[in-house]
């Protein structure tokens, strides 16, 4: 059988929209300050714990996140300091383009 081997177009588009959801950016960003366990990250964003744990299994499957384990403690940071420069790359493309982003219709959640 043989494998089909996606293009890099594919894997960025893939890797992109492990940013596009606003609960797994929302996580990414807490962690871009500092490691943090699940009920940290829940408390700062106010969210359901099931909501937090699925999309933190959602980034540990795709490798953005890595979870490290202490006793009953397990503690969640960034896979790859790339990722915060990633974040703060995109917000500094917002500096400037921000109005277009917030009014443009194609862009608008479902």
Known sequence: M???QPTQIELLAKLFRGFGDKTRLAILKSLAESPKIASQIVEELGLPQSTVSTHLGCLRDCNL???SKSGRRVTYSL???LIKEI???AENVLKTTYQNIWSCVNY???
């Open 2 to 4: 043989q494998t089909v």
């Open 79 to 81: 896979s790859n300091g």
């Open 65 to 67: 996140v890595v979870a």
């Open 87 to 89: 974040i703060g790359l």
């Open 108 to 110: 608008n959640e479902e």
